[in-house]
């Protein structure tokens, strides 16, 4: 995991652990709700916060697990 993925990573589980103490979101939400704040995170620190550069590496990765769960892409 290159340095980029693992510091979103960390981010992620930071703002996650937040908002289940603060009761924004339930333990049992948290494998619904992780993807999507990781993919914001991600963007936002890759992109300096200029999200349409990294648009389409997202959709690449989005495509494979696709790929990987029976041909869907997930969301």
């Known amino acids: 995991m290159d340095r980029l993925r693992k510091e979103a990573l960390?981010?992620?589980?930071?703002?996650?652990v937040k908002f289940i103490e603060t009761q924004r979101v339930s333990p049992t939400s948290v494998k619904e709700v992780f993807p999507q704040v990781y993919r914001v995170v991600l963007e936002a620190i890759a992109t300096d916060g200029d999200p349409e550069s990294l648009r389409p590496a997202i959709a690449a990765e989005s495509e494979k697990k696709g790929r990987k769960n029976g041909g869907q892409a997930s969301t």
């Open 10 to 16: 960390q981010i992620t589980k930071e703002i996650v």
